[in-house]
């Protein structure tokens, strides 16, 4: 396979064809140094060396009435995950301030709901607006399914992007979850674009799916137009539905990352949740088709701490991306 040819295409915005975004994924080991590079070339071209650090805070834990199968937050997970209700506003905008410190380009609030109540919204909504002013960093909210109405209110509270994950392909979504449905989930993104908030939308690698779902994660994420990508890699929790399921390789989840750059080549690909521990000691390489990741540990599960996301960043030459927005 010709990876240049498929980067000069990208670099174009014409994105690979089916069978093409299927070699990558099943491109061999030897093959794997020359399909980065060609995805660092589409990379470095709509993001030049850039990195953008993203920080969450588990707002809303371990209390979601969905049955997703690969969440720890769900009513159907049994394992052992902190469970408690909606942070104050005071401890959000706290936390959008070490955010910042840790050098951040966007905070992210997240809550394990289906979706926001009334007083849950106003908070946010008072959160971000605090954040805005007293902090100056970019705020994203990950929310659950929203109602006529309330992306537009997280629009004029100030908010700057909506995240709301397809998690795995249109085919496989009835098998992961039963309590909501795959176009409840891209109806709510299009709410967020039509009420003019950016769209944060990926999924999760690893999850048992075949090679052509992820495929169809890679287009569908292009065909909702998502400003931002994240490429999670599952990370199997105790008491969950999927807890079985054997991981992808670290060079999988790498050609995976390299599908989604090639698919969607100016947009922020993120390597998202499960980096450490699936990507192992090839974490760096995770920067060269993505041009972000998450810092400072995930909703439920550890990572590495910001001064190592620093100090890899620094030790590959690339720089980071700091917000100096309000
Ligand atoms: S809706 Fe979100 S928080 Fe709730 S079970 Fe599904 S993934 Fe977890």
């Known amino acids: ?132 002013a007293e902090v100056g960093i970019r705020v994203c909210a990950s929310l659950g399914i929203l109602e006529d109405g309330q992306a537009e209110r997280l629009k004029a ?34 709410a967020a674009q039509s009420a003019g908030l950016e769209a944060c939308s990926g999924g999760i690698i690893g999850m048992g799916e075949s090679d052509e779902d992820v495929v169809e994660m890679a287009f569908n994420a292009r065909a909702l137009g998502a400003t931002s990508v994240p490429v999670n890699f599952f990370d199997p929790r105790p008491g969950t539905s999927l807890a079985g399921c054997p991981p992808p390789s670290p060079a999988k989840c790498l050609l995976a990352l390299c599908l989604f750059r090639f698919v969607n080549p100016s947009r922020d690909i993120r390597a998202a949740g499960g980096r450490e521990k699936n990507l192992r000691s090839l974490q760096a390489l995770a920067l060269y088709p993505c041009n972000s990741i998450f810092t400072g540990g995930y909703l439920t599960t550890p990572g590495n701490r910001p001064n190592e996301d620093h100090q890899m960043i620094h030790d590959l030459g690339f720089v980071i991306e700091e917000d100096g927005s309000s």
């Open 1 to 132: 396979m010709n990876w240049d040819a498929i980067a000069d295409r990208s670099i174009q915005d014409v994105p690979p064809g089916r069978e093409e975004a299927l070699a990558v994924l099943r491109a061999p080991g030897a093959e794997l140094p020359a399909v980065l590079t060609a995805a660092y070339r589409v990379r470095r071209h709509f993001h030049g060396n850039r990195v953008k650090i993203h920080v969450l805070l588990n707002a809303m834990s371990g209390l979601c009435s969905e049955d997703c199968g690969f969440c720890s937050q769900s009513r159907e997970a049994s394992g052992p995950v902190e469970k408690h209700r909606l942070l104050p506003v005071d401890a959000m905008v706290e936390a959008a301030r070490k955010a910042k410190e840790a050098k951040a380009w966007k905070f992210c609030i997240v809550t394990s709901t289906r979706g926001p109540n009334e007083r849950q919204l106003e908070a946010v909504c008072e959160a971000v607006r605090r954040i805005k």
């Open 157 to 190: 509270s100030g908010l700057d992007r909506f995240n709301h994950n397809l998690e795995t392909s249109e085919r496989r979504f009835p098998e992961i979850c039963s309590t909501h449905a795959y176009d409840d989930r891209v109806r709510t993104v299009r």
